[in-house]
């Protein structure tokens, strides 16, 4: 969203105020810094093992009482977050319209991704302005009885965020990432942490993964461990004493960009990395079941590798050992845009205002 954030700064037409909820407050600020916005309000809502009603109740509280002393025209809400949901929750029961950035992404089963796909939902029923990254988001929304007038196609404000801050050059603080233990080998970077993964699905990923390439002088694994105990716990129960497995903390959005960047392949079941990597020319396997990016996959520059152990094992086994399956997918278009996102959902909001 920083990137759409700055743009509109820059319309004379609108006024632009910035709300944060903190749903994710270590990872929040350091974005803030980096992009240099400066939050009009901040509902500050995180709270260790909180639940989804938590989170959907503080949320929609919250916004209700910024609205209330803003009085806004419209408010835009990003992607597939609890989050997103609630403040358009707010917005429908002030009775202001909704700009839906990021919309029309679907996989079709309402438990995957668990709660984003029907957090999405939801939120279209609630939003006045769709922005959809790709013509299928639009065909998804149209499918959904959303009217075609409301609709804008214009590519994914992610690939805008990344243009700003991937560097040829950039230099790692080696006491966050050892990239010198990678030399000479296949840098892998894994990330893992979506609910419906919590668990067994989770345990079998791992072991996959370990099965594969733990120990191999070949890779160097770098796992930017999420903050939630399961995952942590998982984490070091299976990968302790790897020697080429690094368990790290989070990174911030710069440096987890620019890792990237200096990847060989992404294994991931994030979707954000689903649209950021194919424009950096890397390959990933998602571990999940499904995706509400098929265009990723239909591109090839992703293929769904899903959660269980010889699903994931046999798909990384094949990326790894045939490199016209791993060309192929390095050299895919990126389906998601050319980096003017946020100048095309400008345009619209200033032809609404």
């Known amino acids: 969203m920083a990137p759409v954030v700055k743009t509109l700064k820059l319309q004379n037409e609108l006024e632009v ?12 600020d350091q974005v803030l810094e980096l992009f240099d916005i400066t939050p009009d309000y901040d509902l500050n809502i995180m709270s260790s093992g909180q639940s989804l009603e938590q989170v959907t109740s503080r949320v929609a509280e919250g916004m209700s009482s910024v609205i209330k002393e803003t009085s806004p025209d419209i408010i835009l809400v990003h992607g597939d977050t609890t989050t997103t949901f609630a403040a358009a929750l707010s917005a429908f029961y002030n009775k202001v319209a909704v700009g839906h950035v990021e919309a029309g992404l679907r996989t079709g089963n309402k438990y995957s991704p668990y709660p984003e796909e029907m957090n999405r939902k939801i939120t279209t029923a609630l939003t006045d302005l769709h922005f959809a990254p790709t013509e299928l988001n639009k065909q998804n929304l149209l499918h959904e009885g959303v009217l075609e007038q409301s609709i804008f196609i214009t590519g ?28 000479g080998k296949k840098l892998i970077l894994l990330t893992c942490h979506r609910r ?158």
């Open 156 to 183: 994914n404000t992610v690939i805008d965020a990344l243009h700003m801050i991937v560097d040829e050059d950039y230099q790692f603080d080696q006491g966050v990432v050892n990239l010198e233990r990678a030399e």
């Open 196 to 353: 419906e993964n919590w668990g067994a699905p989770m345990q079998e990923i791992f072991s996959a993964i370990k099965d594969t390439v733990g120990n191999d002088d070949a890779y160097e694994v770098v796992f930017p461990v999420h903050l939630n105990p399961k995952v942590q716990e998982a984490a070091r129960k299976t990968f302790a004493g790897m020697d080429n497995i690094q368990l790290i903390e989070p990174l911030q959005y710069r440096e987890f960009s620019n890792l990237m960047n200096k990847s060989y392949l992404i294994l991931s079941d994030s979707g954000g990395v689903q649209e950021e990597a194919p424009s950096l020319g890397k390959p990933v396997l998602v571990l999940r079941d499904t995706t509400e990016r098929p265009e990723a996959v239909e591109a090839g520059t992703v293929k769904l590798a899903g959660n269980r152990y010889e699903q994931v094992k046999t798909a990384l086994e094949l990326v790894l050992s045939d490199v016209e399956v791993y060309q192929s997918m390095a050299q895919a278009k990126n389906p998601y845009g050319d980096g003017t996102a946020a100048l095309r959902i400008a345009k619209a909001m200033a032809g609404a205002s």
């Open 17 to 28: 105020k910035v709300a944060v909820t903190a749903q994710h407050r270590e990872m929040l």
